[in-house]
């Protein structure tokens, strides 16, 4: 007997007469699947039908009596089985029901006659439209097989059902199995036989054969999951390819006649006893209920089909009858009503109803639960709705607030802490969750649930929290553990050092953590180690500085941290600090900060060791880096003099070495500064003079001499501009400057003659080639030559012949008559001189920046003078007046260009 409840899920409507074109039919098959209805009548006529029970089509199949008939669902293909002649073997058509053919009926492609006169019993065919099964009344089943895409069908073997008595097949019905292998289920008054089904062969499957019983016609069917479901009067069974599964029986025994299936429901129909009505009975198996039962006013009915979301019941008198789905929102209001919250969620579940919606149905089950004050179970479904914070249902969740609420009284605070575990568990609790949890657990001084929540790996809370209760409660040990386990460095040190005052502890747990972590805790933590462990501190925070290695975390792998991060630990430890710095600096691990920091340590105590201090000092400036500037103010700051100058020679102020120098009146280093750098800074010489000349040039004699002699080496200054230096010294005589200015005027002198001797001869040779321009523009040229310059051989005419006196063969040039090859190099590279002069002599910046930097300006003009830099009547290169006005106006005034 089957325990199912029973409701009305379906809504029955009754086609009535004259509203169905089926009236006047004697139906004798039907199918469907493609969204419209086929049905065959006794005439051999096929009809389309809509969803209003309409003919929209109709066309003759066969001369007599069409049998059955399938629709194909993956292609919109009929295939029928009927006699087109009696007694003659039955005939298998398949139509194109997208194609037309000329007589306006859909294509009919080739049709197959089965090899038997007995009568045809069940057709089936399989979901990918490759093969056709055709149950015979004498246990035969024959198999067509075809290509749906090349549209060829032939019938290629029979399969006969052995151990019958000439049972008739009843039940046809294809399925796949895993591997995507066809399966035929065969069924007969008395056997039921499972087949590997392939193109080429069929194959019974022994472990599946059933020959007990079997079922009646029509009273078989595949269900959407691919199973076979048997109808017997006691009850139906299900089959797969693991053999019988389950069997449903019914209250009482049935006379059943048809039977089929629609989405999870199996369809039953009966015949009353009195046969004058017939019942169908629609059962749900998985939440095991009766969807729908209810009789029906017709003596037979015959024909069951599904098409539109609906169920098609068709009589044998053509009374047409559908059962239509209520919806889902529906049939849960009706499980509401009778509080069937469990039914409800299980119907839910099972139609893909969304989870919130499903949490909301848990909700009203939760709240019935708890008015009719069963409040165990009601704590259950409550705990249903719970939703992780990170899930994709989270908005959709129920307030756990909503839950807490009802269950604060302290007569249910078991029910309160179960729901409080299980939000913890589902990772959906917040800190309030987690501080209430500890505090019920604490009031009902549960330490055993405690521990265990403590302890519980992967529980998903808020763990600084559970610390923060636990540390309340002095439970420190209950906190160090969930510290330790949940890595919360900050809270376990925290714990250590200021609950339990172990310091040692909390530095052997800081060394063992990942270098991250370590190095922020001892940014956080390093002075109270400090304050109570200094050696053991230093030295850890100097591994931490140079090389920490971690090799439970990241073995292998050295890292540093920086140096300057922790000077602020040594602030009350100064020794310890130069310990440190020293080490670190040592290492190469030092930074501009830290080598700063180390550098003030040392000149702090410079006075107590000085040669020691002094040696350190030096080293740290010359091999170190660190901000220059900033060591320069601590070396002026405390006075230590070595370290200036060496900073002054680093940072090239050599001014300022050069005037220290002069500060300390130390003359003997004046003229090393100038020879040492004054290569670099030629004004130093300049300024070294000024300085002796203003100090006393009599004592200071032999120095002045050694600065003219580099000064008049350097060309650093003319003369003129010299004596007027030296006259501003009351002391200064011209005796001291005699040699200088007598040797000066002797280079002179010697320059003047030199420049006299060049101009004379470049007058000489300008004159000469004036006299032979003139002569070849006026006169006649001879030419004497009698062998080309080119061939070596004698002169015939034609031939060429240069002024620069080369003469050639005519062949000898080609095609450049106009320019001798023999002085062509020559030419080109005057003219390409020429060229760069002129180019060169249009470069104003070039031109002033020698003026500014040469020691003979004069001279500098003189040069671009020659150049052509002023030559306004140079056609290819003029100097536009934007050009002129770019220039000195002084300068231009000397060389007359313009007058000021």
Not at 373 to 386: E, F, S
Not at 388 to 397: A, C, L, R
Not at 472 to 483: E, K, R, S, T
Not at 870 to 882: A, E, L, N
Request: hydrophobic share 35%.
């Amino acid at each position: 007997m089957i325990p199912y409840k029973k409701f009305n899920f379906f809504d029955k409507q009754t086609i009535e007469e004259g509203e169905s074109d089926l009236d006047n039919i004697d139906v004798v098959c039907a199918t469907s699947g493609r969204g419209y209805l086929v049905f065959g009548d006794v005439l051999g006529n096929v009809h389309i039908v809509d969803s209003d029970i309409r003919i929209t089509k109709s066309f003759a199949a066969y001369y007599r009596e069409i049998k059955l008939c399938a629709q194909v669902k993956s292609f919109n293909y009929l295939v029928t089985v009927g006699d087109d002649q009696d007694f003659i073997a039955p005939t298998v058509k398949i139509w194109d029901m997208d194609l037309i053919d000329p007589d306006g009926y859909p294509l009919l492609y080739n049709p197959i006659e089965l090899p038997t006169t007995f009568p045809v019993t069940y057709l089936a065919v399989s979901p990918d439209f490759t093969q056709i099964a055709i149950g015979i009344c004498d246990g035969t089943v024959y198999i067509i097989t075809g290509d749906p895409v090349k549209r060829k069908w032939y019938l290629s073997r029979n399969i006969k059902i052995l151990d019958t008595d000439v049972s008739p097949v009843t039940g046809l019905g294809f399925t796949f199995d895993d591997l995507g292998n066809t399966i035929l289920f065969v069924t007969t008054y008395d056997s039921i036989s499972t087949f590997y089904s392939n193109r080429n062969e069929t194959i019974e499957i022994e472990d599946i054969r059933d020959q007990t019983d079997g079922c009646i016609s029509n009273c078989a069917t595949i269900t959407e999951k691919g199973e076979l479901v048997i109808g017997r009067k006691e009850g139906y069974y299900y089959y797969t390819l693991n053999g019988k599964e389950s069997c449903k029986p019914f209250n009482s025994e049935r006379k059943l006649s048809l039977m089929s299936t629609y989405r999870d429901y199996i369809i039953v129909v009966d015949q009353a006893s009195n046969l004058k009505y017939n019942t169908v009975t629609l059962y749900e198996n998985e939440n095991q209920f009766v969807a729908y039962t209810g009789p029906f006013r017709a003596q037979n009915i015959t024909i069951l089909l599904i098409e539109w979301n609906e169920i098609i019941i068709v009589s044998g008198e053509g009374k047409v009858y559908k059962l239509v789905e209520k919806d889902l929102q529906a049939k849960l209001d009706i499980l509401f009503r009778r509080h069937l919250y469990d039914l409800a969620i299980n119907l839910a579940k099972s139609n893909q109803y969304d989870s919130g919606s499903i949490i909301d149905i848990c909700r009203k089950f939760g709240d019935h639960l708890y008015k009719i004050g069963d409040y165990d179970k009601a704590i259950l479904q409550y705990i249903n709705t719970i939703v992780p914070d990170d899930g994709e249902d989270s908005d959709s969740k129920l307030e756990a607030s909503y839950v807490i609420k009802k269950f604060l009284d302290a007569e249910r605070i078991h029910n309160l802490t179960l729901y409080l575990q299980a939000l913890h568990e589902a990772r959906a609790a917040k800190k309030n969750h987690t501080t209430l949890l500890l505090n019920c657990y604490t009031k009902l001084k549960d330490h055993e649930k405690l521990d265990k929540f403590i302890k519980t790996p992967d529980l998903s809370f808020d763990v600084e929290t559970a610390i923060k209760v636990c540390r309340q409660g002095n439970y420190h040990d209950h906190a160090l553990d969930l510290a330790f386990r949940n890595k919360e460095h900050k809270w376990y040190l925290k714990i250590l050092l200021e609950d339990l005052n172990d310091h040692m502890n909390a530095l052997t747990y800081i060394k063992e953590l990942d270098f991250e972590s370590a190095k922020d805790n001892m940014k956080k933590y390093g002075k109270r180690l400090m304050s109570s462990l200094p050696v053991e501190t230093t030295e850890f925070l100097m591994i931490l500085c140079t090389d920490f290695r971690n090799e439970a975390e990241n073995p292998g792998t050295s890292n540093k941290a920086s140096a300057e991060d922790f000077i602020h630990i040594f602030v009350n430890a100064p020794l310890h600090l130069v310990e440190f710095l020293e080490f670190v600096t040592n290492k190469g691990e030092g930074t501009i900060l830290s080598t700063n920091t180390l550098l003030e340590l040392y000149l702090r105590e410079h006075e107590i060791d000085s040669n020691e201090r002094e040696i350190k000092i030096l080293n740290l400036l010359q091999n170190c880096e660190y901000d220059e500037g900033h060591a320069l103010f601590l070396c002026q700051m405390n006075d230590f003099k070595p370290g200036v100058l060496f900073l002054f020679e680093k940072l090239k102020l050599y001014n300022e070495i050069l005037q220290y120098y002069m500060d300390s009146h130390d003359y003997g280093n004046i003229i090393i500064s100038c020879k040492k750098y004054g290569k670099i800074d030629p004004n130093l010489w300049v300024k070294a003079l000024t300085f002796f000349s203003e100090t006393d040039p009599v004592q200071c004699k032999n120095e002045i001499t050694q600065i003219l002699k580099s000064i008049d080496d350097e060309r650093l200054l003319p003369p003129l501009q010299i004596i007027q230096l030296l006259s501003q010294s009351p002391n200064a005589t011209l005796g001291m400057i005699k040699p200088y200015i007598s040797k000066h005027l002797k280079r002179e002198q010697k320059h003047v003659s030199d420049n006299y001797q060049k101009t004379k001869r470049h007058v000489e040779e300008i004159e000469k080639n004036k006299k032979e321009i003139d002569s070849l523009t006026s006169g006649a040229k001879v030419f004497q030559h009698l062998k080309c310059e080119r061939c070596k051989q004698s002169l015939m005419p034609p031939a060429v012949h240069f002024l620069c006196n080369h003469s050639f063969h005519s062949h000898c040039l080609g095609d450049n008559e106009h320019e001798c090859p023999e002085c062509e190099i020559d030419n080109a590279t005057f003219q390409n001189r020429q060229r760069s002069l002129n180019e060169n002599s249009r470069n104003h910046g070039e031109f002033f920046r020698q003026l500014d930097t040469s020691y003979d300006g004069f001279s500098v003009v003189a040069q671009y003078f020659g150049r052509g830099m002023f030559d306004q009547k140079k056609s290819s290169y003029p100097i536009m007046d934007g050009e002129i006005a770019a220039l000195d106006p002084r300068i231009l005034e000397d060389i007359g260009i313009i007058d000021l």
